[in-house]
């Protein structure tokens, strides 16, 4: 059995748009991470880092959202995992790129445009982080512009890790503009019916637990 940990306005989404393109069925446990669900020694003892998303199946416990779907595919197989270990390598290449390229200044822009309260706004760190993508952006872009998706001829788990995390652009609004094929690319992936939760991430601006900025950092 699967159990997946952490509610779909979460990085519990990007795992639960995997485990849909797999066909495969599971539990959600919807921690409440603005309560401190995820801080207790019960949730600690499945993701000791108290946070979400984390899966557990006959193999284990597995955490840190991009690895889990790369856990999912090579386990499951299929046309989305990746075949052989040069694509293997690029999967991985393409889910520490998002991570540590494009990741924190997107949910900066999302943070500053769409779920932080207005007073909470930062008008300058929205444009230090939309400046700041704009070299990873253009490297996706090259790579776009020659190929219809990251590694291979078809959609793959690398192509579901981006786009997961590039998701944030379209709940925040980001004029993606000037890197037309990205914007094509990042349509037709969300258009995936397996993905069809993604707008759920965007919280709606609201009253929220005093420390939740840095919650979702
Ligand atoms: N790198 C981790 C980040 C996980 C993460 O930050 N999750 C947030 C919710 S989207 C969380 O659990 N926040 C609760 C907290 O930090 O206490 C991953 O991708 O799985």
Redesign the pocket.
């Known amino acids: 059995m699967i159990t997946l940990y952490?509610p779909p306005h979460?990085?519990?989404f990007?795992v639960q748009w995997m485990l849909r393109e797999l066909g495969l069925a599971h539990d959600m446990v919807p921690v409440d991470?603005f309560s401190g669900a995820?801080?207790t020694p019960e949730y600690r003892a499945i993701n000791p880092?108290?946070?979400?998303?984390a899966l557990s199946d006959d193999n284990g416990v597995f955490?840190?959202?991009?690895a889990?779907n790369l856990y999912l595919a090579r386990r499951h197989g299929g046309p989305l995992a990746p075949d052989g270990l040069v694509e293997e390598s690029q999967a991985v290449q393409w889910a520490l790129w998002a991570?540590t390229e494009i990741e924190t200044p997107l949910l900066v822009v999302l943070a500053n445009n769409a779920m932080f309260l207005p007073e909470h706004r930062d008008d300058s760190e929205l444009e230090t982080a939309i400046d700041k993508l704009s070299r990873p952006l253009s490297v996706l872009a090259s790579h776009l512009d020659r190929h219809e998706y990251l590694l291979a001829d078809r959609f793959t788990v690398a192509d579901l890790n981006v786009a997961s995390i590039m998701a944030m652009a379209r709940l925040a609004d980001m004029d993606l503009d000037a890197w037309p094929t990205v914007d094509s690319w990042l349509t037709n992936a969300l258009n995936r019916p397996a993905a069809a939760d993604y707008h759920l991430m965007k919280l709606p601006p609201g009253p929220r637990p005093p420390h939740w900025q840095?919650?979702?950092?």
Request: charged letters at 15%; proline letters at 4%; hydrophobic letters at 50%.
């Open positions: 952490g979460s990085r519990a990007r991470f995820q801080l880092n108290g946070r979400v998303p955490w840190e959202s991009l889990i991570a840095s919650i979702i950092m």
